[in-house]
């Protein structure tokens, strides 16, 4: 999968309600996310990865401390992934717990490759990026480590000192204070990211381990991280309506909802209800693709106002203008001011 189609990937919305919940300036949280600021703390719908980057980025700018997340990724460990934190809290061990973690977790964080395999006495619980994280990526390599770390703390009786943290990139500025929050070697510029610990560890047994809440658990993690027809059709119509934008098709007006229905092999009713059950309409998908698409051509300081209102099917420049407006509360041109050249 391309970078651009992991862009457009829906995840669910919880890191961008915790980051709401955390921060108190929504303004500046939900800048250039297209989330309005009054919405964000109860936002209902999943997000995009683009939208959640940009509001992990816009957090590490207000953040006071640097070190910030790791406290929060600690805090929030236990409930933070609903299902998936039930799973393995429940598990029977701690290999167990492991294993549910990284199995289910991914659903929730599309951006990231998730794995756990046995390196000699080692067992190795890795994290790889899939799109370039850029200024954000200690942050985002980094809270699963934490979260890990905590939860083999809480199983595992007495020190963990045996375990490990490898980061596959240089030591960030505030490193030196790593150690007020892992309680095991951090090694930088490692191969990989990853929690290592030793593979006897996995046997361990989970004190809590609750035989009826693990397995309901479990089938409740295959019913919400399994791709399900609704959210593959509407990743799949965003994929379509991004890729028709990008290449102008039919002078850039999107296609109708039969066209695309039957690009999906599928009726337009049945398309209809899929979006329906995902809360959203065809028109709703549009003005959402629209909007995104808006932002990144306006990012094109070569691209007049009335080239990018044709790439995204407007007869005229008002009629884009209006729209866009109605979205963000201000014209084009100011959006271009701000992103181009941003107050101080």
């Not at 294993?99 to 619980?125: M, N």
């Not at 703390?153 to 490898?166: K, L, N, V, Y």
């Not at 295959?222 to 399900?228: M, V």
């Not at 850039?252 to 690009?263: C, D, K, W």
């Amino acid at each position: 999968m391309r970078p651009s189609e992991i862009d457009r990937l829906l995840m669910p919305n919880t890191y961008v309600k915790q980051l709401a919940q955390e921060f108190g300036d929504h303004a500046r949280l939900t800048a250039g996310t297209g989330i309005a600021s009054t919405e964000i703390e109860h936002y209902a719908k999943p997000v995009t990865v683009a939208q959640h980057l940009q509001v992990v980025r816009n957090a590490l700018a207000i953040a006071e401390r640097p070190e910030w997340y790791l406290q929060w990724g600690q805090r929030m460990g236990e409930h933070f992934h609903g299902a998936v934190s039930a799973a393995w809290l429940s598990a029977p061990t701690l290999g167990a717990g492991l294993d549910a973690f990284l199995k289910y977790i991914p659903s929730r964080v599309p951006y990231l490759h998730w794995q756990g395999h046995r390196d000699d006495e080692t067992f190795c619980a890795e994290v790889t990026e899939l799109v370039d994280l850029g200024p954000v990526r200690a942050m985002l390599i980094e809270v699963p480590m934490i979260v890990m770390h905590e939860y083999t703390r809480t199983i595992r009786p007495g020190s963990i000192a045996g375990a490990r943290i490898e980061l596959a990139y240089r030591p960030t500025p505030h490193c030196y204070l790593y150690s007020n929050w892992f309680q095991c070697p951090v090694a930088f510029e490692s191969s990989r990211n990853a929690l290592v610990i030793p593979h006897q560890w996995r046997a361990i047994d989970n004190v809590g381990f609750d035989e009826g809440v693990w397995q309901a658990a479990l089938a409740r993690c295959e019913i919400l991280c399994a791709t399900t027809e609704e959210r593959d059709a509407l990743t799949r119509v965003r994929q379509l309506l991004f890729d028709g934008f990008e290449r102008r098709l039919n002078d850039g007006s999107p296609p109708s909802l039969e066209t695309v229905a039957e690009r999906l092999h599928c009726s337009a009713r049945t398309l209809i209800r899929r979006l329906r059950s995902m809360d959203t309409t065809y028109q709703q998908v549009i003005d959402e693709v629209q909007q995104q698409r808006a932002r990144e051509l306006l990012s094109n300081e070569r691209l007049r106002i009335h080239e990018v209102a044709a790439a995204l099917g407007y007869q005229d420049a008002a009629g884009f203008v209006r729209s866009f407006k109605r979205w963000y509360g201000m014209t084009p041109g100011d959006y271009r001011k701000q992103i181009v050249d941003p107050p101080l």
